[in-house]
């Protein structure tokens, strides 16, 4: 029942990291950039000075200590949805290379793949499964993990200011992801975006307090830090659980508060730390 429920919420099948070796792509082949993304192990991102990539590998075995899996890979793409960067744990020694069959998937798969792409961007999907997609759109892609040996496949979605950064895949070998698990990952899933965000570059407290000076409400500030991070209305919407009409009615009233008149401007405002002189 929730699988169909998820799959209402789609205009079209959703983002996510390909199997495997897996990084998520668009399925637009003009958008091909995941070969250049950077791909580490597990152990690698464990052992790193980059404590972004710890987390990420943290995440990791944190989700497949709850929810078993063969393989499971940590996909960060930027607002493009082009993938940026992967880290891969494997429980076992597979039958092929994580490496190639990651390059193959980036070549020849991606465009067939319903998790993959900016489908998700759109929706407030947190997790996706198989079930989740019509067996009759996803044929091609469910035959292509059986090829590889795998069963099901369950995408946990990361989102930071509204928009989808990146996302975890979970590949299993031997049954389906049970109701239960799906349930555990979206629970997950709430942990992990928090990390995510706790992790990203903090706000100075001084642009939200000169914000605030200048005669912004809480929430327009809340609205005005999302515009300057490259958020779009609907991102700002979903993020503060808003009406897109009511995010440009902040908007409005941050622009004259402000003394300007766009979103540039107001970039420009925050990237000088906040501090204007309100109109």
């Not at 597979?94 to 020849?108: K, Q, V």
């Not at 929430?219 to 979903?238: C, Q, S």
């Not at 808003?242 to 970039?267: D, E, F, M, N």
């Amino acid at each position: 029942m929730r699988a169909t429920n998820d799959a209402a919420r789609f205009a079209r099948p959703r983002t996510a990291p390909c199997q495997s070796d897996a990084r998520e792509r668009p399925p637009d082949a003009r958008a091909h950039h995941v070969h250049d993304a950077q791909l580490l192990s597990h152990d690698a991102a464990v052992a790193s000075d980059d404590r972004r990539l710890r987390l990420k590998a943290h995440a990791l075995a944190a989700v497949v200590a709850v929810v078993p899996a063969a393989v499971a890979v940590y996909v960060s793409v930027n607002r493009r949805h082009d993938v940026v960067e992967g880290v891969v744990w494997q429980a076992h020694e597979l039958p092929f290379s994580l490496a190639d069959e990651w390059r193959r998937y980036t070549r020849e798969v991606a465009a067939l793949d319903p998790f993959a792409g900016p489908r998700v961007h759109g929706s407030d999907v947190t997790v996706a499964t198989l079930a989740t997609f019509p067996a009759a759109e996803s044929e091609a892609y469910r035959a292509y993990l059986r090829q590889l040996g795998f069963v099901d496949r369950a995408d946990v979605y990361v989102r930071a200011s509204g928009g989808v950064v990146a996302s975890i895949a979970l590949l299993r070998t031997a049954g389906p992801f049970e109701p239960h698990e799906i349930s555990a990952l979206r629970h997950l899933q709430r942990l992990i975006e928090h990390a995510q965000d706790c992790a990203a570059a903090p706000v100075p407290p001084a642009t939200r307090e000169a914000l605030r000076a200048s005669g912004l409400t809480r929430r327009e500030a809340d609205v005005a830090l999302l515009v300057g991070g490259g958020a779009t209305n609907a991102e700002i919407a979903r993020s503060l659980h808003l009406t897109q009409t009511t995010v440009k009615t902040h908007l409005t009233r941050i622009y004259g508060k402000l003394g300007i008149r766009s979103r540039t401007q107001l970039a420009i405002v925050l990237g000088t730390g906040g501090r204007v002189t309100p109109r």
